[in-house]
């Protein structure tokens, strides 16, 4: 089939070809009877109507366009393959025109970007935080662990960060109850953020026997009735304060495996340094990889962009599904408009985009390759965490499964062979060094803690 190319864009393509009359006009055949079968025509059974008898029903005009219709995606499949074209999303027809001899169709065709002009990775220098621990941070550890313990103090004051408020809550919406949004001698932390916007605010300054009201939605606990405009009505009735044991050998004996306060902190100050730069160096890989991708010059073709737009709003759908909530509780919630929306989603879906395009460079730079025993590897780890291994194991051994799980280890090596030739430093631009002791360096963790608790 002879058709013509032109460059539409620095990642786009405008496909010119024809379809010939007497291959419309044979299409028409295939299209007439598609249609009788969609459509009821008096006399026949469905996609038994005879070519003329369709034609009448519906018009020349429409049995011809459903024709063109019919001939389009073989035809455009056709041309990609001679021009040796591969889209990244759908091609789109913009226009079709009778010519002499048929119709001259014109097709725009994305295709993925591929990066000339690779930001330069060796020896980046990527500021890093300390990973060194502080004492503050040791003794943060050691109050959150006598906080485990601690006991509650009723107290004659009002109500302060830190405090326990015991209270009893109604909520109405339309001054009628909702229900199961009622409440009685609830035990609520002051200030833990963990219950209803803004009650944390109103609890503040409050005393045993005060009673107020104040509106907001229903938390995300409350199912399909979280985000409702309520009005909740909160009565006092205890404060109490937290107590914490004194942190002498004697408790340390009673509550841990320890015997004394040297050999918890010990412990502790070990078990946090490994945490806390296992922490920094993946925040070294973030920043190393974010640095390069604020850097990435690329035009990202606008149908590219709209495709992964939509797949990010289709997940973040799904997951407003999952707990129950309806898109529009969401707005009013978050108080976003639709626009800042939108435009959220761009900016999402132009990282995203960016990222790949990097990481993909990156692996065609450096020779990277996935062999089969490293895919094998990757289905099993991914196996074992399911709660039936055959099938997992079959299911990502599917053609397209298993491509885009080599995709994700490609992608993956991308990233820490970026991280391997970047150099952590700290705020002055000294070198900074993150090594973490090998497994088994390090006695088994005692303690749990969070990540997030260290300054990172």
Do not use: C
Not at 123 to 145: A, C, F, N, W, Y
Not at 316 to 337: A, M, P, Q, S
Not at 415 to 427: M, S, W, Y
């Amino acid at each position: 089939m002879n058709a013509s190319i032109t460059e539409a864009g620095p990642f786009e393509r405008l496909l010119t070809f024809t379809l010939a009359a007497a291959d419309i006009e044979a299409a028409k055949t295939k299209a007439a009877q598609r249609l009788s079968r969609e459509i009821n025509i008096k006399g026949f059974r469905p996609g038994k109507a005879p070519r003329p008898i369709v034609e009448a029903t519906v018009g020349a005009a429409k049995l011809r366009s459903e024709a063109i219709e019919e001939l389009l995606p073989a035809k455009v499949g056709e041309v990609l393959v001679e021009s040796d074209l591969r889209p990244a999303v759908a091609p789109a027809v913009e226009d079709l025109r009778d010519v002499l001899d048929g119709v001259e169709v014109h097709v725009r065709v994305t295709l993925w970007p591929s990066l000339d002009d690779l930001p330069d990775y060796e020896g980046r220098k990527v500021e890093i935080p300390s990973p060194e621990l502080s004492d503050d941070e040791l003794l943060g550890q050691i109050t959150r662990l006598r906080e485990q313990y601690a006991s509650l103090e009723t107290v004659e004051r009002v109500a302060a960060l830190g405090d326990y408020a015991a209270i009893d809550i109604v909520a109405e919406h339309n001054g009628l109850p909702v229900e199961d949004a009622n409440a009685k001698d609830l035990l609520y932390e002051v200030g833990s953020g963990e219950f209803i916007q803004g009650i944390d605010e109103q609890l503040v300054g409050k005393a045993a026997g005060d009673t107020f009201v104040f509106g907001g939605p229903l938390p995300e606990g409350f199912g399909k009735k979280a985000g409702l405009p309520v009005s909740f009505t909160v009565a006092v009735t205890e404060v109490k304060k937290k107590v914490l044991a004194d942190l002498d050998d004697e408790w340390v004996a009673e509550n841990t495996e320890f015997e004394t306060v040297a050999e918890l902190t010990a412990r502790l100050a070990e078990q946090l340094r490994e945490i806390k730069r296992r922490s920094v160096s993946a925040a070294f890989q973030d920043r190393a990889f974010e640095t390069l991708v604020n850097e990435v010059q690329v035009e990202i073709p606008r149908a590219l962009l709209r495709a992964e737009m939509d797949e990010i709003l289709h997940r973040f759908g799904h997951r407003l599904g999952e707990r129950g909530v309806k898109i529009e509780d969401y707005f009013r919630v978050t108080g976003l408009t639709d626009e800042e929306f939108v435009g959220d989603l761009e900016r999402q879906a132009d990282r995203t985009l960016r990222g790949q395009f990097l990481l993909e460079a990156v692996v065609r730079r450096e020779g990277l390759r996935v062999d089969d025993e490293e895919v094998a590897a990757a289905v099993d780890q991914v196996a074992a965490r399911s709660d039936d291994v055959e099938h997992t194991r079959r299911m990502l051994r599917e053609p397209e499964r298993e491509l885009a799980l080599r995709s994700d280890i490609l992608r993956g090596k991308a990233l820490a062979a970026i991280t391997a030739k970047a150099e952590p430093v700290d705020a002055d631009g000294n070198p900074v060094d993150l090594t973490v002791p090998a497994a088994g360096e390090t006695s088994a963790p005692t303690f749990e803690i969070e990540e997030a608790e260290l300054d990172s």
